[in-house]
């Protein structure tokens, strides 16, 4: 009855648990979320203003398949470092639509592509959607593998890699310059392209801005952004960019799939950006994200044994933590939710399911003292667990 394709479509696990975790006694760690109190609703109201004043009814009208020429345009000189052009970017209903409108200009069904160990669960389900065979390969808090990845290139054809590096998800780690440079050039040399994943790359805390994979090797890498994690996910949008080859093809793609992304919504982001509220809201949000880092760090030093370790991240929105006494953590999500906390066990994260040992914390969607209580939750639990497995190794 169905296509051959719907044999490898899987359900989120983030999406099936988070109607339990959003129940109000729940301090959820678990979705990728930004803080809706720190969305810019006011800047967004006069924005609306703005564009009915100016548009009228000329604001519901069809819009053309790229997308608003102006919002290309700003998208290429402000939020690109590159030298790229508006025939370079197309908008997107989300940078998930962007993948997956790649994925399906440039990947045949059966094509290997490399993805590290663990990714962006997104990505794999966008990959396995259109029947792509996955090859995954270790990271570390420097950025993937490169010894590993190149044995993989040496020994089969492998057309595609995708990775996020900055402040992954789900990890929160972000490459070296120096594996940035690696990876390129070893995309050059085995004549590979690289899949450039960057919704939380505006989102830093400290530490120095490292350059893009797009912008080391532009005509090797496509670069997906978003508008998602810096304004407001509701609004559905992102952009792709590209060699114009490549937007040229994605854009008949994408004009049979929808047409175009929402007019309305990009006439919205278009008058947000051109007031100038984009530069204050990054700020307001990154001084505000980067304290609940602090916050859930430090609580998680304080109250977590020697056996868990975690990530801390420059920027982005997670953590992502370990325990090296390799229990599994999906049986410790179960127990964690019965305690009134919740989290993402990091067995999703992973092509082949390699490990079940981590899990993914969010820490931009809690309030402070909701960190402090969620981390006290989940530590009573997971020390709880070690006291238990060394009493029974006894």
Known sequence: MFAQRTKNL????IRDILAVTQQPHIISFAGGLPDPALFPVEDLKQAAQAMHQNLGSALYQYSETAGLLPLR??????????????????????SQQGLDLVVRCLIDPGQ???VEGPTYLGALQVLRANQAELVSIPSDDQGPDLEALERVVKQES??????VTDFQNPTGT???????????????????????????????YTGEMLPSLHTLMPDRVIRF?????IIAPALRLGWINAPQEIIKVVEKLKQAAD??????DQQLVLHFLQSGALKPHLQKIRAAYGERLEIMASALSRTMPETLQFTKPEGGMFIWA??????????????????GVAFVPGEAFYAQGESNNSMRLNFSNSPIELIEQGVQRLASLVNREQRGTQAASA
């Open 10 to 13: 899987n359900s989120s696990f």
């Open 73 to 94: 345009e700003y998208i290429a000189e402000h939020l690109t470092v590159t030298d790229s052009k508006r025939e370079n970017i197309i908008v997107t209903t989300g």
């Open 112 to 114: 290997k592509v490399v």
């Open 158 to 163: 492998i057309g595609f890699f995708y990775t």
């Open 174 to 204: 972000s490459y070296s310059l120096e594996r940035r440079k690696r990876l390129v050039a070893l995309a050059k040399k085995y004549n590979f392209l690289i899949l450039e994943d960057a919704p939380y790359a505006a989102l830093r």
């Open 225 to 229: 952004g978003s508008f998602s994690k």
């Open 259 to 264: 047409l175009h992304s929402s007019g309305y």
């Open 322 to 339: 370990t325990l090296t006494t390799n229990e599994s953590t999906l049986a410790l999500f179960t127990a964690a939710v019965e305690q």
